[in-house]
């Protein structure tokens, strides 16, 4: 309800009924889970008891949304529709043009309001950084005090966390809710964030420094504008404390103001560009590995058993914890789509189950990115020993997560298959990394030899690279070093 514009708006035009509806059709999608639901539902049930307290109770409904609001419609006659403007997957987006369709059919007012610093409409990049900024900067909205119901509108009830409808059950998942989120973020601003920028990159440790606000941001219990204005008055208190702790902890707090602006960054590319779920952002690697699907290396790199300890052990604690940081999240990435040549479509939707902070925006444009085929990024293959040895180099998250590996000393466990007599019960790495990337390289160097592609790398770089200044130049592979990240 806090700092939410449509709430606000309606409110004071009269009656409102607060809808949420569930979409068994979108729960059948490749890229949603029974863990984005658990998160979904604890907001659900904390929304619904703000809302009675203020007067109009939530009202949820399962089925088509055209559906349900026609039925609205021909209950109340005249209604009117407020939202928050949407960047999300196709699916969304689809159903979206149905309900504009449904509104002009019946002379219905669709007030979208823009949410965070996604601005529509847009032909490129050129001044969406001002705009953004100057959004962060307005006033945060505050929930109504006392809303209007409208009468006899049955609340109907909110399916459990339980229903089949939402596909497998998880294991632990983070909690959801607006009071979770301001207690998050509370405990990151206060106390966590003081080692941020030491731990981001470090498995493990880094979900106790890193803020944890990704999936908040994502359902919307806190929005970026609010959070981006509490840090910005902590790090006002900082500043007048002479300390070096305090001096530190501020710089901890400005790189994660930074992060907070690249997201918005990268849901914009989403919203300018909707194909980008489907097609590669520069044609010419269209069809680069789409023939060379290898299922045995999915499965194995799916469930985190490719031989690699520290692939695996990112994989198995995705799926007990549904998160990790950005570093092994791009780690995931660029080992797919490198060392086993997985087109970055199949892998997309695996890692959207398993992230309960899925963000269609941002993993589209991440996946696109890490896996080498937007033509204006550098790539970035991650050398999955290196990265073993430098962000775990006593075993500690491998062990936790690999137990097949937890009598292999410190000397072998990033590289077991050295040993004398390696695991017996550990599998052997599907691939030699060297020869996988050399392969991966000069696969990459024959596309960019198209004729038009520095052209089309440029329209590319107008319509959805930021606006930062670097020399054009031929992309140079990093092995064990990510020049961007935005752990949340």
């Not at 059919?105 to 950084?129: C, F, M, T």
């Not at 983070?174 to 405990?187: A, F, I, W, Y």
């Not at 990337?437 to 160097?445: P, Q």
Request: charged content about 25%; proline content about 6%; hydrophobic content about 40%.
């Amino acid at each position: 309800m806090q700092d939410h514009a449509p709430l606000s708006c309606a409110s004071v035009q009269g009656a409102v009924i607060p809808l949420y509806v569930v979409e068994p059709d979108y729960w059948r999608l490749p890229d949603v889970s029974r863990r984005h639901w658990h998160f979904i539902h604890d907001c659900l049930i904390e929304l619904q008891a703000e809302l009675a307290s203020r007067g109009a109770p939530l009202v949820c409904r399962m089925g088509r949304v055209v559906e349900v609001l026609e039925d609205l419609r021909r209950k109340f006659g005249h209604i009117a529709l407020w939202s928050h403007e949407e960047t999300g997957n196709d699916w969304t987006f689809a159903r979206d043009r149905q309900v504009s369709a449904w509104c002009k059919a019946h002379a219905i007012e669709w007030y979208q309001i823009p949410s965070n610093g996604v601005v529509r409409r847009l032909k490129n990049r050129d001044g969406w950084s001002a705009l953004r900024d100057k959004r962060m900067a307005e006033p945060v909205i505050l929930a109504p005090y006392q809303l209007s119901a409208a009468m006899d509108v049955p609340a109907g009830s909110i399916p459990s966390k339980d229903d089949w409808m939402f596909g497998e059950s998880v294991q632990s998942v983070q909690s959801g809710g607006r009071s979770e989120g301001m207690r998050v973020l509370d405990s990151f601003l206060k106390q966590r964030a003081n080692k941020y920028m030491a731990t981001i990159s470090k498995p493990g440790v880094s979900a106790r420094h890193c803020s944890r606000l990704s999936a908040h941001i994502a359902y919307g219990t806190l929005s970026v504008r609010e959070i981006e204005q509490a840090t910005k008055a902590r790090m006002a208190i900082l500043a007048s404390d002479a300390d070096p702790a305090a001096k530190s902890f501020r710089k901890n707090l400005s790189a994660f103001l930074s992060r907070l602006a690249w997201r918005c960054h990268f849901v914009q590319k989403l919203e300018q560009q909707p194909s980008i779920e489907f097609r590669c952002m520069h044609s010419a690697f269209e069809g680069m590995r789409e023939p060379h699907f290898n299922q045995d290396f999915f499965e194995a790199w799916a469930t985190g058993h490719t031989g690699y300890p520290l692939i695996d052990a990112a994989m198995r604690s995705l799926h007990a914890n549904g998160w990790i940081n950005f570093r092994m999240r791009a780690m995931l990435v660029s080992f797919a789509s490198y060392n086993l040549w997985l087109d970055w479509r199949q892998t997309a939707p695996h890692l959207a189950r398993l992230f309960t902070d899925y963000e269609p925006g941002i993993h589209l444009s991440q996946f696109q990115m890490q896996s080498g085929v937007t033509g204006i990024n550098t790539l970035r293959i991650y050398n999955p020993i290196k990265q073993s040895m430098d962000h775990d180099p006593e075993g500690k998250f491998i062990r936790r997560y690999v137990p097949e590996l937890s009598t292999v000393s410190d000397q072998w466990i990033h590289e077991p298959w050295r040993l004398p007599e390696p695991p017996p019960n550990y599998a052997k790495p599907l691939v030699d990394h060297e020869t996988a990337i050399k392969m991966a390289r000069d696969r990459i160097a024959a596309c960019r030899k198209v004729p038009d592609f520095i052209d089309s790398a440029r329209q590319v770089r107008q319509k959805l690279g930021s606006r930062a200044k670097q020399p054009e130049r031929r992309a140079k592979v990093i092995k064990d070093k990510s020049q961007l990240s935005f752990d949340m």
